[in-house]
T-cell receptor
């Protein structure tokens, strides 16, 4: 069964203090790995899709990387507006593109 | 312009009642979904529809019945509500891999 584990559960950073969030996954064959941002009281907002080991994607202060067993979301010089829950999800080649399996997320709080 | 919208945003009801949540997307996507997010923020798929046809039904009690009148709408009807149904329900749509989520409906069953 596909599994996604995110760590840490919660992370508190000072503004400007760079760090990384981890997403470990188990799938029979990876079709894609997704990162989402979720603000309180809102739906998840799509950030990135990664398809193969070695791939990297960037958006503003965020950079996502992928290996065969995990993905990292690197946050460089974060600002308070980066505070949110970051969700990772995987899509298995053998279960069709409709099914995404999510992790429970990392709650990030960036203090000024 | 709202891409994926849901109504209502909040729903408070008594055990045993029947309720519906509506969802509409204006993105022109072929596939729509219902997800349930529990108190621990775990997001789990319930149903997936592609062009009004049911594709995924993830071991959801048959008290939950999705209905897709057309490609842009996917409604969720819940019969005989139970305490354990309390959660946030998200509608989403996609044209391929990335999902676009609605704002969620917080359902509280008393």
């Amino acid at each position: 069964e596909d599994q996604v584990t995110q760590s840490p559960e919660a992370l508190r950073l000072q503004e400007g203090e760079s760090s990384s969030l981890n997403c470990s996954y188990t799938v029979s064959g990876l079709r894609g790995l997704f990162w989402y941002r979720q603000d309180p009281g809102k739906g998840p907002e799509f950030l990135f899709t990664l398809y193969s080991a070695g791939e990297e994607k960037e958006k503003e202060r965020l950079k996502a990387t992928l290996t065969k067993k995990e993905s990292f979301l690197h946050i460089t010089a974060p600002k308070p507006e980066d505070s949110a829950t970051y969700l990772c999800a995987v899509q298995d080649m053998n279960t069709g593109f409709q099914k995404l399996v999510f992790g429970t997320g990392t709650r990030l709080l960036v203090s000024p | 312009d709202t891409a994926v919208s849901q109504t209502p945003k909040y729903l408070v009801t008594q055990m045993g009642n029947d309720k519906s949540i509506k969802c509409e997307q204006n993105l022109g996507h072929d596939t729509m979904y219902w997800y349930k997010q529990d108190s621990k923020k775990f997001l789990k798929i319930m149903f997936s529809y592609n062009n009004k046809e049911l594709i995924i039904n993830e071991t959801v009690p048959n008290r939950f019945s999705p209905k897709s009148p057309d490609k842009a709408h996917l409604n969720l009807h819940i019969n005989s509500l139970e305490l354990g149904d309390s959660a946030v329900y998200f509608c989403a749509s996609s044209t391929g891999t990335a999902r676009f989520f609605g704002p969620g409906t917080r359902l509280t069953v008393l």
